[in-house]
């Protein structure tokens, strides 16, 4: 058996998230399904960084094994493209150690949100429409006291199977982009919905609604019920994994 790493970028508008689910369509699904069909053999995908319904990654990673000899990678990644839906793009496949994997190799994941304040076709399933005025010194003022954490518990939806709620940000800034205002966080590991959940609450903060000194009892109070996770998905894109 042969271990290769799969590198994937795609849009999640139209699935039901990243991995496989019963009676879903999601990205761990289709991939799964092309390979099938190429090889002509079942596959069973191992993912790096799980993905909801609606959010998108620009860079993502799965690994599988294979007793198929010697995978000629560049022709493959032809191939599975072709087969794929236009919103799946399978950057490269290259074999790996027997040992590396996808998820706990991983050192470092980075996300953006995105928000836009001007209408614009162009944008309304890659951004978040957000046309109310916020105080951009507000929301790195929270964003830097984020960086001063690591317990990130209230961030993190119920019925999650984490052994703890330890997070260690190496980013976490507000920065403009054109007519974009983008956050911007890094760190070693993310809980389950924890990204949104930091976005919809400092969004709080920005627009005056809490104040800088409510947000970090938030932060304190390790109760998701004080977040806000109500953000829409098509805002979040997974950047960057780095091993």
């Known amino acids: 058996m042969s271990r290769y790493f799969i590198e994937v970028s795609y849009r999640g508008t139209h699935f039901s998230g990243f991995q496989v689910q019963n009676n879903a369509v999601t990205i761990q699904s289709e991939i799964e399904k092309a390979l099938q069909v190429l090889f002509k053999a079942d596959f069973s995908l191992t993912g790096s960084s799980r993905t909801d319904a609606g959010v998108h990654a620009l860079v993502n990673y799965f690994h599988f094994d294979t007793d198929i000899p010697a995978i000629d990678q560049e022709r493959k990644v032809y191939n599975l493209n072709a087969i794929l839906p236009a919103?799946?793009?399978?950057?490269?496949?290259?074999?790996?150690?027997?040992?590396?994997?996808?998820?706990?190799?991983?050192?470092?994941?980075e996300y953006l949100y995105h928000i836009y304040s001007m209408k614009d076709p162009f944008l309304n399933d890659r951004a978040f429409y957000y046309p109310y005025t916020l105080n951009v010194d507000s929301l790195n003022e929270a964003a830097a006291i984020l960086m001063l954490h690591n317990d990130f518990t209230s961030f993190s939806k119920r019925n999650t199977q984490v052994n703890n709620f330890i997070c260690t940000l190496s980013v976490s800034e507000w920065i403009r982009q054109d007519n974009m205002l983008i956050?911007?966080?890094?760190?070693?590991?993310?809980?389950?919905?924890?990204?949104?959940?930091?976005?919809?609450?400092?969004?709080?903060?920005?627009?005056g609604k809490i104040t800088i000194q409510k947000f970090e009892q938030i932060i304190l109070s390790h109760d998701c019920t004080n977040v806000n996770f109500s953000v829409p998905p098509h805002g979040l894109f997974l950047n960057k994994v780095i091993y």
Do not use: E, P, Q, W
């Open 87 to 109: 919103d799946i793009v399978v950057k490269r496949i290259f074999k790996v150690a027997d040992t590396a994997h996808c998820r706990f190799d991983a050192i470092r994941r």
């Open 183 to 207: 956050y911007h966080v890094a760190g070693n590991r993310f809980l389950r919905g924890m990204v949104k959940g930091l976005v919809g609450t400092m969004l709080l903060v920005g627009s």
